[in-house]
């Protein structure tokens, strides 16, 4: 994708227009993001988000990212059950008060039957982190519960969303 400006009349104001183009160098990683507000009743007794409040933000924040992939009802889908294996968070900047958060989720591994995603916690108006994290998933069967692999459909979803080493 390149900007270009669509007029070419000095005299106007500058304004851009994104425009595809077909280009054959890899595509850049993305990452989905979403703002999450913050309101009273998620603070602790010192007016700081409470630290349970973090891993619900990332959880809503996980079911926009599946409703955006046309998977709002993934839950249904027999195809796609899969339980939480871990959840990991390190709080780095407390937030404070009530507000609105930035959430972004990127996934950082698929493999055969696990998928993990990663997810940083940022304000609104700066790239620092509050939190980051990473949940795993397994993809399990609906008959025995046991770990399956995921399909190639899901697969080639899911791949352009993969983002490898994402804090280096």
């Known amino acids: 994708?390149?900007?270009k400006?669509?007029?070419e009349n000095r005299h106007s104001s500058p304004r851009f227009v994104l425009q595809e183009t077909l280009s054959l160098e890899p595509t850049l990683p993305q990452f989905y993001e979403k703002v999450m507000g913050v309101y009273f009743d998620d603070l602790d007794p010192y007016r700081i988000l409470h630290n349970a409040r973090y891993l619900l933000l990332f959880e809503r924040t996980l079911g926009s990212f599946w409703e955006h992939l046309g998977l709002q009802q993934m839950q249904l889908e027999r195809e796609l059950l899969h339980l939480v294996r871990a959840n990991h968070i390190e709080y780095l900047h407390a937030v404070r008060g009530t507000g609105n958060v930035r959430m972004r989720v990127h996934v950082e591994r698929l493999g055969t039957t696990s998928l993990t995603f990663g997810f940083r916690m940022m304000p609104l108006n700066e790239d620092i982190d509050h939190a980051v994290g990473s949940r795993t998933v397994v993809r399990v069967d609906s008959e025995h519960w046991k770990p399956t692999p995921w399909s190639d459909e899901f697969k080639?979803?899911?791949?352009p969303w993969i983002v490898p080493n994402p804090r280096a």
Do not use: D, E, T
Request: charge should be positive; hydrophobic fraction near 60%; charged fraction near 10%.
């Open 1 to 3: 994708m390149v900007f």
């Open 5 to 7: 400006h669509p007029r």
């Open 156 to 159: 080639a979803l899911i791949q």
